[in-house]
């Protein structure tokens, strides 16, 4: 059989199978743009199952572009909660007000007009254009680069781009005259019930009696891909810095800045451990002693007086470049007294220590500067005593002037704020009494 036979086998067989095994998805069930778009930025890096719960609460509250146009930004974090990777719900937002100003509220049927709104790339805007409005436009993702490099034997390392342009080729040529919805659909459906990275269920497959890449036995070994560098690990420092007095009953949590990884969303108070040291060095847990000088320096440095008190427990959490190693202190929070410059001042010299010993760069990974740690840089604390400041949030400057917002929270606010997945189970665990023992 040549090569256009196979193609043809591939594309008849393969809208045959999905016809009959299609699942019923949300977002399936109708032709609308918005939920067609809305299920492919939350399908990046995350399985169907948990897009699902996500997908429908999302539309619940946000059910037309113009509503998630106007909604305000902490209401769209927060439905995102649990998902990561929040850049993706930022772009998203920021995409429906482009389409609500250049596009009328409509989200456009032009290729160049697609792929210009923010976070869609050639997959997104080949999806939309294919699954919403039938176009014959490629969606090729790491699922379909996998599906054609065993089916036409394709050795290309599928991290090149160029590996992915001669995809997109062979994909576009792939789709029947006026069967893009479904037959993009019907490919991203076999990578992902059939022929799965680890274990292609070959015997089932209704494209297997003309796949190259199982008749020469490569289909484990397909595609070829290089393997991508793995996450720098981080040793961090927490705060979870129980209020007195006014803030009894409270914790305190701090948004991360305007822009950068995480970008304006609420965390714990933490801290890099580790003295500022190069991408390959491996990181290590710090001994108690030093990390409490440590993070009550650096509490100091923020604008705020705590004292560790002992380890709550260790967490982890793994981004695409950075595992965060994160070891969890309980804190209570003091008044201002002459002892916590000293405090500060031994956590600098502890961190002076540490970076002698290791040939540390100048600056650390994140671009925190060891700066941040003297007592010279503590900003001038403007939160007041007022225990409820979710309406009226202060800010402080630290660092490299980034701007940060304080708030002393309860358990009631954990519904108001969006918190990375690590922090909100951190909180959770908190207000929930899981680390009661610490002091006792
Ligand atoms: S026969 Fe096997 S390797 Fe080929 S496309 Fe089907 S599942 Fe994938």
Same mark, same amino acid.
């Given at each position: 059989? !040549? ?57 619940g509250n946000f059910p037309t572009v113009q509503a998630l146009a106007e909604a305000p930004e902490e209401d769209v974090l927060k439905n995102w909660e649990g998902l990561g990777y929040y850049s993706r ?15 009328? !509220? &409509? ?25 919403? =409005? ?6 090729? /993702? ?39 919805? /479904? ?5 991203m459906e076999l990578g992902a019930l059939v022929c799965t990275p680890k274990a292609p269920h070959c015997l089932t497959c209704p494209v297997m009696e003309q796949c190259s890449g199982r008749i020469a ?24 810095? &129980? ?5 009894? !009953? ?16 609420? &965390? ?5 451990? &580790? ?28 604008? =705020? ?28 929070e003091q008044s201002q007294s002459s002892e916590l410059p000293l405090i500060a001042a031994e956590a600098r010299a502890a961190y002076d220590a540490q970076a002698a010993t290791t040939d540390a760069a ?10 941040? =740690? ?16 979710? !309406? ?9 002037? %980034? ?11 954990? %519904?108001?704020?969006? =918190?990375?997945? @690590? ?10 009494? @899981? ?6």
């Open positions: 059989m !040549g090569l256009i036979e196979q193609k043809q086998h591939f594309s008849v067989n393969l809208l045959d199978w999905y016809m009959i095994n299609r699942r019923d998805l949300p977002w399936r069930r109708h032709n609308n743009p918005y939920f067609t778009w809305v299920s492919e930025i939350m399908l990046q890096q995350t399985r169907v199952d948990t897009v699902i719960p996500y997908f429908n609460r999302f539309i719900a930022r772009n998203l937002q920021a995409a429906a007000r482009q389409v609500m100003e250049l596009h009328g !509220g &409509e989200i456009p049927q032009d290729k160049q007009a697609v792929f210009a709104l923010k976070g869609v790339g050639p997959y997104t805007a080949g999806a939309i254009l294919s699954i919403a =409005f039938n176009q014959p436009q490629p969606a090729v /993702d790491g699922n379909v680069m996998r599906v054609l490099s065993r089916y036409f034997l394709i050795d290309e390392d599928i991290m090149k781009g160029s590996t992915r342009v001669l995809m997109e080729e062979l994909a576009g040529e792939l789709i029947p005259e006026g069967r893009a919805r /479904d037959f993009n659909q019907a490919l036995g490569r289909e484990l070994t397909l595609p070829v891909k290089t393997k991508a560098k793995p996450p720098r690990p981080e040793q961090r420092l927490v705060a979870i810095v &129980e209020g007195r007095g006014a803030h009894r !009953g409270r914790v305190l949590v701090r948004q991360r800045p305007e822009s950068g990884l995480l970008a304006r969303m609420w &965390e714990l108070p933490h801290v890099l451990a &580790e003295p500022p040291a190069k991408a390959s060095k491996k990181a290590a847990p710090l001994a108690d002693e030093p990390a409490m000088a440590l993070l009550a320096g650096s509490l100091w440095a923020e604008g =705020f007086a705590a004292r560790p008190e002992g380890l709550a427990t260790h967490a982890e959490h793994v981004f695409s470049h950075i595992v965060w190693q994160l070891q969890v202190y309980k804190c209570t100048t600056t650390a990974p994140d671009g925190q500067s060891a700066s941040a =740690f003297s007592t010279s840089d503590q900003a001038e604390r403007k939160l007041t005593d007022d225990a409820d400041v979710l !309406g009226d949030a202060p800010q402080i400057h630290i660092g490299k002037g %980034d701007q940060l917002t304080y708030r002393w929270i309860g358990p009631e606010d954990m %519904d108001k704020m969006a =918190f990375p997945n @690590i922090f909100l189970k951190l909180l959770s665990s908190y207000f929930a009494g @899981i680390y009661d023992d610490i002091n006792e």
